[in-house]
């Protein structure tokens, strides 16, 4: 025999037991029926915000101008969480 077909059987003979062996676990496993793991997404919770008005109040001012007195509006506006 030559050494290069004695090296071949003894790798054969190495592999084997390994490969058979991993192949036994995973049918194993397969027939457990074990579910597959699930992996657990974080969970973004969004909250809205607040609506929001304006809220306004208006009224009138004299104001002295050079062609006479003039009744002129004012307004003043905010922002009121609803």
Known sequence: MSVRVFALIAT????LPISGS???AQSA??????PPRRVAHPQIEINPRPLLYRR?????V???RPSGTVLF????????RG
Request: with cysteine; proline share 3%; aromatic share 18%.
């Open 12 to 15: 054969t003979l190495l592999v």
């Open 56 to 60: 306004c109040t208006d009224w009138y």
């Open 22 to 24: 991993v192949l036994w």
């Open 62 to 64: 004299l104001q002295d």
């Open 29 to 34: 496993q397969q027939q457990t029926g074990a």
């Open 73 to 80: 509006p004012q307004q003043h506006c905010w922002w009121v």
